[in-house]
């Protein structure tokens, strides 16, 4: 009797032991699994910040990044193993909205690509052929990323706005865009003649005025502002400044123009 007991509790040890290992199988690829999610979220993010650039060299960039969105989308949206994991919250928040999120960087790097026009010399080089492929890249990958930011907000039960509710309305949008980052190029514009202003004496008798050292870190702030910037409403307060400081600057040198 003691032998038959013994051996139906060796038993079930081996059945527990055997049910933990296989616990801790599933576990293990659990983990490896949430692993490959990161590791393709992350693509897509370092894949974003150098948008242009890595668009107009990738011949299938968008391809592969629109894959990437939807398996992250159905894994991570639907599959229930990883909706029972409140780690994956914030993954899951970014992935549902992911196309507006690329939208966005699209609209960004629109911004940048005419800010960095602005800052040139004008002339034929300023808009060459290369500098027409980049913006006719990100005006494709725009167009494409436009129907699933609408699909997308449909999936998210999200009320569409006006913009998205106007038929053919896209032209529009893009053309606001193009326009909002003008004419923040041409607000730009007002304190960068301030830091730069002309004097009718060619001598400098002096060293350096009271205020370089002022001037030269807004002059570094002035070129670092981006209208999708959190600091973009700094511009004007930067303007006032430089008005103050010129003016009191002027009535030291009147030869300053």
């Known amino acids: 009797f003691g032998g038959n007991r013994a051996g139906a509790l060796g038993g079930n040890y081996i059945i527990e032991e055997a049910d933990r290992r296989d616990r801790l199988r599933q576990v293990d690829d659990l983990i490896k699994s949430i692993q490959d999610l990161v590791v393709m979220e992350a693509s897509v993010f370092d894949f974003v910040d150098n948008f242009a650039a890595n668009l107009m060299t990738d011949g299938d960039g968008i391809t592969t990044l629109l894959s990437t969105c939807e398996v992250l989308k159905n894994r991570l949206l639907q599959e229930e193993r990883f909706l ?3 780690c994956l919250d914030a ?14 960087r699209i609209e960004e790097e629109l911004m940048l690509f005419l800010f960095r026009r602005c800052k040139l010399d004008s002339g034929a080089d300023n808009w060459n052929r290369q500098l027409m492929k980049e913006y006719n890249t990100l005006l494709d990958a725009r ?6 930011r609408l699909q997308e907000a449909k999936n998210n ?6 913009d998205d509710t106007t038929i053919n309305d896209f032209a529009a949008q893009w053309s606001s865009i193009v326009f909002d980052a003008l004419c923040f190029e041409a607000e730009r514009c007002l304190p960068k003649a301030l830091l730069d202003p002309t004097t009718t004496n060619s001598s400098d008798k002096g060293g ?3 205020f370089d050292s002022n001037l030269i870190e807004i002059r570094s702030k002035v070129d670092e502002i981006q ?6 409403a700094s511009m004007r307060s930067l303007t006032n400044n430089l008005f103050s400081i010129r003016l009191e600057f002027g009535e030291k040198d ?3 123009v």
Do not use: T, W
């Open 157 to 162: 039960n999200e009320k569409q706005s006006k």
């Open 84 to 86: 029972k994991l409140s």
């Open 143 to 148: 167009m494409v990323f436009d129907g699933y």
């Open 227 to 232: 209208y999708f910037g959190l600091d973009a």
């Open 91 to 104: 993954s899951r928040d970014r992935v549902s909205h992911i196309m507006e999120y690329l939208c966005q």
């Open 208 to 210: 350096p005025s009271d």
């Open 254 to 256: 009147p030869n300053m």
